[in-house]
């Protein structure tokens, strides 16, 4: 194939050069200034809906397929399907592609919330390996071959296992070898790649998805691969019909798909195809030479392959730069903040103990100078800062206490009531710091008094706590 063809952006571009008289949606029937000035008269003018010539997304014949095809190649893949509402609705389409309602799902708990929310859709039993914790970075980690085995082996009936690669901090699980171990159990293996893109494109990187033998993935194109937000694809190794998947694809996505953003993953494979190599080493460069003068300030810690273990830490994704700030006394949302308000330097994330710098193919060498330093100054200012709470908080893998299906929960007779009430009773809907997006407490779930504790903590700590009501109560299911 020639990767060197974009066919789905040649033709909108095409189709938009045309002096068609619209009587099709969208409504702006590329007439609205307001629109023009705002996003530029050819953004406007390439919005376009389902025509001739430019295929439809629920069922390509054209050149959406010609372009999934290319994609699919470029990522050693046999299908692939443009997704236009983010790796969430690949998430949602893989796990629905090979479960059913009542099909046991093995799901690291440290997952996305859009995993767990797939279970309430399809009335799916998820069963939760243990992710494992570092304690001094207070994260999660990737889920051990072990604690994948575990499960399996108590769950023999699980349809398929969900995996993590890499964790939203750039932890990789050992992918292959717990895909083989799934394979041999006769389960199906769903792997989120929606931070791991750039994981194709460069021999450096941690091992890929599709190289390692899984039967979906999820890339999250938008991420680190250089295409419009929401842009997004799903991988499948051609285990399962393609008729199949793209059956609960149109289940879930829009029929009127979005082809800028759709465009834009025909674009961005291109550059990943041809220059990807290049530009995911360059990238991985600049955070090298940042972590090594991170680490010279003093009080920062960005962790590096000294934390590999062979096990829950198997591999680590070299773009990633997450800086553990408690040795300056500062929370990971404090340094967010100065970093955001004083600096103007925008960070993917700051959690209690961490920030996260996302590298990609979009990468500058400036930027990282420009946090080097900002870091610096920082450090300066702050370092006779003291937060013993910082050190004295037991961080600790909260094993899910599952009392109801998540569906059952998240559609039962619920009520409001204080959060220090709530110990005991039935989680009524989802509780989560944001980002990542990782479920302290997901509908059906036992609220215990270690979880409010964190969740009261988290938000002391100026952390974004989602799922609460606005003053402060939590949804419980009411018996």
Known sequence: MNQKHTPLADALLANSQEQFIPFDVPGHKNSIIELQDYFGEKAVFLDKNSRPGIDFINQPKGVISEAEALFAEAFRAEDSFFMVGGATSCVHAMIMS?????????????SHVSCINSTILSGIIPVYADPGIDDRLGISLGTSVESFENCIKRNRDAKAIFIINPTYYGICPDIKTIVELAHSYGMYVIIDESHGTHFYFNENMPANAMDSGADLSAVSMHKTGGALTQAAALLSRGTIPSSHIRSIISLLQTTSASYLLMASLDIARKNLYFNGREAVGRSMMYVYNARTEINKIGGFYAFDNDILNGNSIYDLDPTKLSINTVGIGLTGSDVYTILNK??????????????????????????????????????????????????????????????????????????????????????????????????????????????????????????????????GNIFIVDQ
């Open 98 to 110: 090979v479960c059913s309602p009542g099909d046991k799902l093995i799901i690291p708990r440290n």
């Open 342 to 471: 004083r600096y103007k330097i925008q960070l993917e994330f700051g959690d209690i103990r961490n920030i996260l710098a996302i590298g990609s193919v979009g990468d500058k060498e400036e930027y990282y100078r420009s946090l080097v330093s900002a870091l610096r100054e920082i450090s300066e200012k702050y370092k006779n800062t003291s937060n013993t709470s910082l050190h004295e908080f037991d961080y600790e893998y909260f094993s899910p206490i599952i009392k109801m299906l998540p569906q059952m929960a998240f559609y039962s007779r619920k009520r409001i009531i204080g959060i220090w009430d709530s110990v005991n009773s039935i989680s009524g809907g989802f509780v989560m710091c944001y980002p990542p997006g990782i479920p302290l407490l997901a509908p059906g779930e036992l609220i215990t008094r270690s979880i409010v504790e964190h969740i009261i903590y988290a938000q002391a700590e100026q952390c974004d706590i989602i799922g609460l009501t606005p003053d």
